[in-house]
């Protein structure tokens, strides 16, 4: 009797370790995928630049004025740097910045023609700057947090929700403004990062499968 009672108590104890471990499991599994984040960041945000339009607050009709203002920008984005456009030997980061810095007042101006269009007092602010942004989805990647070159477009007080692409390497507009990541441009960053680098932008699909599996499957 007292060798059963010692087996019992030693499976009671193993049932109520056991959800802890799955626990350290899975924070051992999220822990990896932010490492794997981190590690490319270094290298990726000194290596891109980003296009952000701040809206100016977060009501239907400033949100919806600046999804405008990001169209019209985009179009124009696109003659000013399309690759037809721009010789391949200067389609380089600062190649790209110098050409934005150039045309910073007719962004604004272009901006602020659609927002009077729409009925809106308040104006708008070009401006190239250096960021600290969190973590953000874009398309089927996850960029990670960093301070990352920035060409911003800032609506009134910028106080609402943002939307963002990348700008160099450039992609097609069109496929940006849909929240897709266009091949072109991941082409362009496979060159610019290391094999490493580049795959972390897309192994969270595969660990956040992976963690959800430990986490579920036992």
């Keep these: 009797m007292k060798d059963e009672g010692s087996r019992q108590e030693g499976r009671i104890s193993r049932r109520a370790i056991w959800p802890w471990i799955l626990v350290l499991e899975c924070f051992l599994a999220v822990s990896a995928l932010h ?74 101006e272009k901006a602020e023609q659609v927002l009077k269009e729409n009925g809106c007092i308040y104006g708008a602010e070009a401006r190239l700057l250096k960021r600290n942004f969190p973590e953000k989805q874009y398309g089927d990647s996850i960029f990670p947090a960093g301070i990352y070159h920035t060409l911003q477009i800032s609506l009134g007080e910028g ?36 094999e490493e680098e580049y795959e972390s932008l897309f192994r969270w699909e595969t660990a956040s499968f992976q963690v959800k599996w430990k986490c579920l499957s036992k």
């Design 35 to 108: 490492g794997s984040k981190g590690n490319a960041c270094g290298s990726l945000e000194t290596s891109i630049l980003r296009f952000h339009v701040l809206a100016n607050s977060d009501s239907e009709k400033d949100q919806n004025v600046k999804k405008k203002v990001r169209n019209a920008l985009a179009e124009y984005l696109e003659t000013l740097l399309a690759p037809e456009t721009a010789s391949k030997e200067k389609s380089d980061l600062q190649h790209t910045e110098e050409v934005v810095e150039a045309h910073l007042s007719d962004l604004e």
């Design 159 to 194: 106080s609402g929700h943002n939307w963002w692409c990348l700008l160099f390497p450039f992609g097609n507009m069109r496929d940006c403004v849909r929240g897709v990541f266009p091949e072109e441009q991941k082409e362009e960053l496979k060159e610019i990062l290391t």
